[in-house]
């Protein structure tokens, strides 16, 4: 039983460019959200998704969007790259009605130069 | 913003010796829970409290919550090398735990 899956696993960029990051739930699971971390800091939620809607959004410019396909995996897409975005992007999946756990994926780390 | 303050930031013990983190938080919540990770990669889920419990338990692993002071703490005895690691606690304030509120983390090396 696959855990969730990130991709890619390190990302480098350039101020002002866009990036997209791709994350697969664990199997069985609904609903994904997704977290900024920068270093030396706790994680920070960015939005979640369901039922390929955003469902709830945390304090992210509309720069940061994102999208949920019908098997339940999700994009995260960031516009127009600022040095601030460097960060550990983590993924994380669960049951919108289990209120339960989340199980995080090993992240993405992005940097922006 | 992060809801939750945790503390000490740091903590450095012996192998076998127990360690103890704190967390406290500003708003009311539906449950609280502590992760790990590892070398700043993905979180793991150790333990989840709810709103009406007091203290729960899961292997070397204690957690306890009041309510009244919104704090929490996670003791784990017995530390071995492998657990040298961030902790973070974090609180669902909602029915729905895909939003959580992470604190700072705290950050735990255990000497061999």
């Known amino acids: 039983d696959a855990g969730v899956t990130q991709s890619p696993t390190h990302l480098i960029k350039t101020r002002g460019q866009q990036v997209t990051l791709r994350c697969s739930p664990k199997?069985?699971?609904?609903?994904v959200s997704w977290y900024q971390q920068a270093l030396g800091q706790g994680p920070q939620f960015i939005f979640q998704y369901y039922e390929e809607e955003e469902r709830q959004r945390g304090n992210f410019p509309d720069r940061f969007s994102g999208h949920q396909f019908p098997n339940y995996s999700s994009e995260l897409n960031v516009n127009a790259l600022l040095l601030g975005d460097s960060a550990l992007y983590l993924c994380?999946?669960?049951?919108?009605?289990?209120?339960?756990?989340?199980?995080f994926g090993s992240g993405t780390q992005l940097s922006v130069l | 913003s992060q809801q939750g303050e945790e503390d000490p930031q740091a903590l450095s013990i012996q192998e076998g010796e127990n360690a103890t983190m704190n967390c406290s938080y500003k708003t009311s919540i539906n449950n609280l829970q502590w992760y790990r990770q590892n070398s700043g990669r993905g979180l793991v889920h150790l333990i989840l409290i709810r709103s009406n419990e007091r203290e729960k338990h899961s292997g070397r692993l204690r957690v306890t919550l009041d309510t009244s002071k919104k704090s929490s703490s996670l003791l784990i005895t017995a530390s071995r090398a492998a657990d040298t690691a961030s902790y973070f606690c974090a609180t669902s304030i909602s029915g729905n735990t895909g939003k959580l509120i992470f604190g700072q983390g705290t950050t735990l090396q255990v000497k061999p």
């Open positions: 199997s069985g699971h609904d609903t």
């Open positions: 994380a999946s669960s049951l919108v009605f289990a209120n339960e756990k989340l199980f």
